[in-house]
């Protein structure tokens, strides 16, 4: 085996071990993304659980047993072990500093805050919380509106990313030999992989320039 055979055939293999290795972080990263978000679409009726349950006389804890028992995934079995850990003599603020730690949303966050704050100086817990509840679906309302009025620039950045490839679906197809003379050249893979690198960074700005955060 030739010297140039043998580093091709390394670097292809570097090549596929490396796209091999980034496919699960990037997988995992994907349902890590999907369940915050099925969270936080949760949440305010897990907030509105609780202030009922405090106006009917219930203690935080068995309110937050209610919601380990009555919601679905994520936030059913998160609470759920949220109450196990007061169960086993944890405060309630640890146990949901915790929580926090494992789901780092700012809805969280305030939750934890405002719990933190009523058990130190006293208030009405239950009023806090349905405030909290009803400025997080109005986020989500302006969240929703701002979707809705950049889909067209998100739409343009998955355009953009798919259609180099599409081209050369439809080149190579149409032509069989269209890109030999550029696969024949030395400099190709580097080439080839400047390129992909440069859509993946173009892909990414654009759809953070589509991205709104309320």
């Not at 047993?65 to 998160?78: A, F, H, K, S, W």
């Not at 100086?121 to 309302?141: P, Q, Y």
């Not at 550029?182 to 580097?190: Q, S």
Request: net charge neutral; glycine share 4%; with cysteine.
């Amino acid at each position: 085996m030739s010297p140039t055979i043998a580093r091709d055939m390394t670097a292809d293999i570097a090549a596929s071990a490396s796209l091999g290795a980034a496919l699960p972080v990037a997988y995992l990263a994907y349902r890590r993304n999907k369940r915050l978000e099925k969270f936080e679409e949760q949440f305010p009726e897990a907030l509105d659980m609780v202030t009922r349950s405090l106006r009917a006389g219930y203690a935080l804890g068995a309110a937050i047993q209610l919601i380990g028992d009555e919601m679905p995934d994520p936030v059913g079995p998160e609470f759920r072990r949220v109450f196990e850990e007061i169960s086993l003599g944890r405060p309630p603020t640890e146990a949901l500093r915790d929580l926090y730690d494992r789901i780092a949303i700012e809805d969280l966050r305030f939750f934890y805050t405002a719990v933190s704050i009523q058990r130190d100086v006293g208030g009405n817990l239950a009023e806090i919380l349905d405030k909290l509840s009803e400025v997080i679906r109005e986020r989500f309302r302006l969240l929703s509106y701002a979707r809705v009025l950049s889909a067209q620039h998100r739409a343009s950045a998955y355009c953009v990313a798919a259609s180099p490839f599409a081209m050369a679906i439809i080149f190579a197809t149409l032509n069989p030999g269209y890109f030999d003379a550029l696969l024949r050249w030395p400099n190709a893979k580097l080439l080839i992989a400047a390129a992909l690198v440069m859509q993946v960074i173009g892909f990414f700005m654009l759809k953070r320039i589509a991205t709104i955060t309320v």
